[in-house]
């Protein structure tokens, strides 16, 4: 037990919390800046499992705050790449790659048999999948995200509140790491933040960080948060849809300019998110709305529009960055 001397020494977590984490199996979706302090803290904590999932390869943009990789992992894939680190770090800890993209289609099969998910893919799309998710099965989810020099980590379901409950509303706008910037080190305070939450749950500290919120904002180095305990789960959720379950018998509207990507299927309508509203187009009785784009905002917005005048069923759809750039 020498390797973990130091921490066993910490009252609150002693060898009963050391057994835990031992025993635990951790999803952690994104393999980028967030997961560059996270998968780490857990390895070499001896958490006994990690399922580790992103779809994209190392690029050289990544390095300055994905300092889990090196210069000679650009053109790897992140998960395996990742996955090689964290078994140096910690041989006790067995890592299972994934290379592939969470989607409403395998998150199930992704998250199960695991204690707890991690969201470190700093995607809109993926945090409300998961949340979903977590929600219906009780499986705690540990969610942040990171622009600029704002970010937030919080603790979700798994008996508390749903990300949904703490934001209902889409904001106006969502930044990215591409068009707004993001410094390492703040990157690497909110996931440093990500990975004690997990770790305070995995080995049963008290108090639980779930239902808490802490905010960053490295402008002024401060930091807060609040606890959400009662917050209310929204009436209205849009739920997102996995691209491979769009029917033909769909009202299904792309929302990407043509300029941006061919149409998604050849019966799609190519309509923008304003279209929709009072006296605007609506599915037929019986079908149900599934409205796509690139990350899922637009189709967020166009959702809303479309539920005040029509009351059937919308979907969303993410299709996905190009680029896949994940903090």
């Known amino acids: 037990m020498n390797r973990y001397a130091r921490q066993l020494a ?45 779809p994209d390869r190392a690029e050289i943009t990544n390095l300055h705050r994905q300092v889990l990789f090196r210069e000679g992992d650009v053109g790897r894939a992140k998960a395996l790449a990742g996955a ?12 299972e790659p994934v290379v592939a993209a969470l989607d409403p289609g395998n998150a199930k099969a992704l998250c199960d048999g695991v204690d707890l ?11 409300y999948i998961l949340s979903d998710h977590c929600r219906a099965t009780g499986q705690p989810l540990v969610s942040a995200s990171v622009i600029g020099l704002d970010g937030y980590c919080g603790a979700f379901c798994g008996g508390a509140p749903s990300l949904r409950a703490v934001f209902p509303d889409l ?12 410094l390492g080190p703040v990157v690497g305070m909110v996931g440093a933040l990500q990975a004690q939450m997990a770790i305070a749950l995995l080995a049963g500290l008290d108090p639980s960080p779930l239902g808490q919120l802490v905010t960053l904002d490295a402008r002024g180095f401060r930091f807060g948060g609040f606890r959400f305990d009662g917050a209310p789960e929204p009436a209205h959720q849009p739920r997102f849809l996995a691209p491979s379950a769009i029917a033909p018998g769909d009202f299904l509207v792309d929302l990407r300019a043509e300029t941006e990507a061919p149409l998604l299927r050849p019966y799609a309508h190519r309509l923008p998110a304003s279209a929709f509203g009072p006296g605007g187009p609506r599915p037929e009785p019986g079908q149900r709305a599934v409205l796509c784009c690139r990350s899922g905002q637009r189709a967020w917005a166009a959702a809303e529009r479309l539920a005040a005048a029509w009351d059937g069923d919308i979907f969303l759809v993410a299709l996905g960055d190009p680029t896949g750039d994940h903090a």
């Open 84 to 95: 090689e680190a964290v078994t140096a770090l910690n041989p006790e800890c067995r890592v």
């Open 171 to 182: 904001p106006q706008r969502l930044g990215s790491c591409a068009e707004d910037g993001v």
């Open 10 to 54: 910490v009252p609150e977590l002693g060898p009963g919390g050391q057994a835990r984490l031992r025993d635990a199996h951790v999803l952690v979706v994104g393999a980028g800046g967030l997961a560059a302090p996270v998968l780490p803290y857990l390895g070499g904590a001896g958490v006994g499992r990690i399922r580790l999932v992103d």
């Open 117 to 127: 998910v991690l969201d470190c893919a700093d995607s809109f799309a993926v945090s």
